[in-house]
């Protein structure tokens, strides 16, 4: 790992115990690894993905210890999550750089893309609807390439 990597991860626990402490929560070795699973992950995971990784390293980790830090960090915007409908959520480690998703209803696929037109747009249509536009989520459903192929 990087000096630079190391030095993001361990911002992001500082954060997450500051969270804990705040919200007069116990700091727990388990929390901090779903956060390191999610630090290092190259795609976005499902609560039972995370689960597996975490319990590799602490066996004794139970999944609905997993959903529930899953939940703190969502609520406190370290995490995002993409709804899949009735088979759950992916999360991923909010980065702090705003990025869109193509999701594949074939193979579940995230294609992460960055459009600065389309956020121009957006912030042009919240404006012309006198709306303070905060944050938003756009997620694109279709078929990705690969699955077209077949």
């Given at each position: 790992m990087s000096a630079k990597m190391k030095k993001n991860l361990e911002k992001y626990l500082q954060e997450l115990k500051e969270i804990v402490k705040k919200r007069g929560l116990k700091h727990s070795s388990q929390r901090e690894q779903v956060l390191k699973v999610l630090f290092h992950a190259k795609e976005h995971l499902t609560p039972e993905e995370i689960y597996n990784k975490?319990?590799?390293?602490?066996?004794?980790?139970?999944?609905?210890?997993v959903y529930r830090t899953l939940s703190l960090l969502e609520k406190e915007d370290m995490v995002s999550s993409v709804s899949f409908g009735h088979e759950g959520k992916k999360y991923e480690?909010?980065?702090?750089?705003?990025?869109?998703?193509?999701?594949?209803?074939?193979?579940?696929?995230?294609?992460?893309?960055?459009?600065?037109?389309?956020?121009?747009?957006?912030?042009?249509?919240?404006?012309?609807?006198?709306?303070?536009?905060?944050?938003?989520?756009?997620?694109?459903?279709?078929?990705?390439?690969e699955c077209q192929k077949k």
């Open positions: 975490v319990k590799k390293e602490n066996p004794n980790i139970g999944l609905a210890t480690l909010n980065r702090g750089e705003h990025h869109d998703h193509m999701i594949c209803l074939e193979c579940g696929k995230i294609l992460e893309f960055y459009d600065e037109n389309l956020e121009k747009l957006q912030e042009k249509i919240a404006e012309e609807h006198n709306f303070k536009l905060l944050t938003h989520q756009m997620n694109l459903y279709g078929i990705c390439k």
